[in-house]
T-cell receptor, first 113, second 112 residues
C-alpha cells in the first residue's frame, strides 16, 4: 500500500533562518507531488507541484522553493524565512496516470518568530 | 479571486440536527471533491463527483454535483460529534498537470 511521510511535524524557526521540509512517498512510482500551505486552519493554497524528477511548477511568487531530487521525494525550502511564512504545510501525492485523487501527508506546522 | 466559495464559513449545531453546506463557483470543473480535515492533520477525501447532477451517499452524508458542474452541496443527516471538522471542497481541472483548487472550508462543530 502507498504511504506518505512528512517531517518535521512541528518547527519553530527565527526570522531569517533557512527551512527544509521533506516529503516522501512509498509504494508507488512516478507520482505527481504537491506542496500546499494552509493559513489559520482554512483553505489550502497550492504552492508547487511536480510531475517528475527535477520538474517543478510554482503557483505563486514567494519566499519558498521546491525540489524533487528523487522520484518519490519532494522538498520545500527557504533560504531566509519571513514571519509570513508561518503556516501549516501539506504535502500530497497523486498517481501520475491513475485516479484524480490527492492523498495528503499529516502536515508540518511552521512557526516563524 | 476565490474560485470556490464555501458557505457557511462556520456552523455550530446540536447533535441530531441536519445541515447542508455549499460550494459554489463560476467555473466549470471536470470533477469536484469533498475532504474532511481534523485539527493538526491532513485532509482526507470523502467523495469525488464527476457527472453533472450526480448524487453520492456515504452513510449519513449526501453529496450532490450541480447539473452545470459549477457547484456542489454536502448534506449531513442527524449530525454526530464525530462529524466535527473542517469540510473542504476542491475542484479539479484535469490533464497531466492535475491541480486541485480548494475552497476556504466550512468549520463544523457538532455539540453533544
Amino acid at each position: 500500500s502507498q504511504t506518505i511521510h512528512q517531517w518535521p511535524a512541528t518547527l519553530v524557526q527565527p526570522v531569517g533562518s533557512p527551512l527544509s521540509l521533506e516529503c516522501t512517498v512509498e509504494g508507488t512510482s512516478n507520482p505527481n507531488l504537491y506542496w500546499y500551505r494552509q493559513a489559520a486552519g482554512r483553505g489550502l493554497q497550492l504552492l508547487f507541484y511536480s510531475v517528475g524528477i527535477g520538474q517543478i511548477s510554482s503557483e505563486v511568487p514567494q519566499n519558498l522553493s521546491a525540489s524533487r531530487p528523487q522520484d518519490r521525494q519532494f522538498i520545500l525550502s527557504s533560504k531566509k524565512l519571513l514571519l509570513s511564512d508561518s503556516g501549516f504545510y501539506l504535502c500530497a501525492w497523486k498517481d501520475g496516470s491513475g485516479a484524480n485523487v490527492l492523498t495528503f501527508g499529516a502536515g508540518s506546522r511552521l512557526t516563524v518568530l | 479571486t476565490q474560485l470556490l466559495e464555501q458557505s457557511p464559513q462556520f456552523l455550530s449545531i446540536q447533535e441530531g440536527e441536519n445541515l447542508t453546506v455549499y460550494c459554489n463557483s463560476s467555473s466549470v470543473f471536470s470533477s469536484l471533491q469533498w475532504y474532511r480535515q481534523e485539527p493538526g492533520e491532513g485532509p482526507v477525501l470523502l467523495v469525488t463527483v464527476v457527472t453533472g447532477g450526480e448524487v453520492k451517499k456515504l452513510k449519513r452524508l449526501t453529496f450532490q454535483f450541480g447539473d452545470a458542474r459549477k457547484d456542489s452541496s454536502l448534506h449531513i443527516t442527524a449530525a454526530q460529534p464525530g462529524d466535527t471538522g473542517l469540510y473542504l471542497c476542491a475542484g479539479a481541472r484535469g490533464g497531466s498537470n492535475y491541480k486541485l483548487t480548494f475552497g476556504k472550508g466550512t468549520l463544523l462543530t457538532v455539540n453533544p
